[in-house]
């Protein structure tokens, strides 16, 4: 399935016996399912979820009142149509309409990203990192007003009810609030592309579309391997040949969570998962195509002392060798992937 189907509606209704019915409901703790060709989720008990669990984090996902002003939500960046990324270079979207200063990740098949999130790693888990938009005051802009929030969360029958309904004791907190947004988020897997259903045996890809993995295996998969298509590791691909001296400046990459030299200018490689709907592209969200990717893998690389080593040709030339032909080919392959 692309994403989870399950309604914006719970099934706890409002009244004295709100409880009751919510109990009723599916809350048989489930373990998230790989895909056949995928790998197995690394931390199992932190997977485990129930129906409800992931319906109520759903519902909170798509609710403006996370916010301080009551207009934005989860969605409002994550939008599903765009691969739960959103089609601005640096979001606007938050309380204050200020641009940030990186581009909003997919959160497609991000069960899967045991090696931390956002650009840099700076969160080690969906739990810690759906904090970090709440409390940011140009996102959802929460940081003061965190017990308002829970207060208007607790106002709502549905929302007690189902938090009393998934978590024992029955309670309505914020740990709660971060634990059923990481259920639903881990429910978004996508493993029924043209490339799955050829991976299983239900169809053959086209000759432009074989080729084009062909040319894939030999130059991209290093950093996206299939079937994420993505090694969920920091590189440095080539688009800065400096970087600013601040150690907390976003544009440190990777550094500025480690603090390392050595991880300047790296950035967690995204995956390839309908990469058309997730444009634009890269950190900063520079590039509008991925023709304009790949020109850049071709023709636009930068050196740097932390240039990713698959970069540099052993004649010393920096970037991919792809011919017209081959980027064509490599096209309809990342096509196969939607």
């Known amino acids: 399935m692309r994403w989870s189907a399950l ?29 056949p060709h995928f790998p197995a989720l690394g931390d199992a008990a932190r997977h485990r979820s129930s129906e409800l669990g992931r319906a109520l984090g759903r519902r909170l996902f798509f609710d403006p009142r996370l916010s301080r002003d009551g ?31 990186r581009h909003t990740p997919s959160l497609l098949n991000v069960a899967w990203a045991e090696t931390g999130l956002f650009w840099d790693g700076g969160a080690k888990n969906l739990e810690s990192q759906a904090l970090a938009p709440l409390l940011h005051a140009d996102e959802l802009g929460r940081k003061e007003t965190l017990p308002e929030l829970l207060a208007t969360l607790q106002a709502d029958p549905q929302y007690v009810a189902c938090f009393a309904a998934v978590f024992e004791p029955p309670a309505l907190t914020l740990g709660h609030v971060m634990q059923v947004l990481a259920q639903y988020e881990r429910s978004l897997v996508v493993a029924d592309a043209r490339w799955d259903l050829a991976r299983l045996g239900f169809l053959s890809l086209e000759p432009a579309e074989r080729r084009g993995e062909d040319v894939f295996a030999r130059e991209c998969a290093r950093c996206h391997p299939p079937p994420l298509f993505t090694d969920h590791d920091f590189h440095n691909n080539g688009l800065d040949g400096a970087f600013p001296a601040h150690s907390s400046d976003e544009r440190r990459g990777r550094a500025r969570i480690s ?42 690389i930068r050196p740097s002392d932390t240039l990713d080593v698959g970069l540099v040709q052993a004649t010393g030339e920096l970037g991919v060798r792809l011919d017209a032909g081959e980027v064509a080919d490599l096209t309809a392959f990342l096509n196969a992937l939607r």
């Not at 601005?88 to 200020?98: D, F, I, K, M, N």
């Not at 634009?280 to 990717?293: E, I, K, L, N, T």
């Open 7 to 35: 309604g914006l509606v719970l099934c706890a209704p409002s009244g004295p016996r709100a409880l009751d019915v919510a109990r009723r409901c599916e809350l048989q703790a489930l373990a998230l399912q790989s895909p």
């Open 259 to 300: 603090r390392r030299p050595q991880d300047l200018g790296k950035y967690k490689t995204p995956s390839l998962r309908r990469v058309f709907d997730s444009a634009p592209y890269m950190h900063d969200g520079r590039f509008w195509s991925v023709a304009q990717v790949l020109e850049h893998y071709r023709h636009g």
């Open 71 to 101: 207009q934005v939500a989860c969605a409002s960046c994550h939008e599903p149509r765009y691969a739960f990324s959103n089609p601005e270079s640096l979001a606007t979207r938050g309380v204050t309409g200020r641009a940030g200063l």
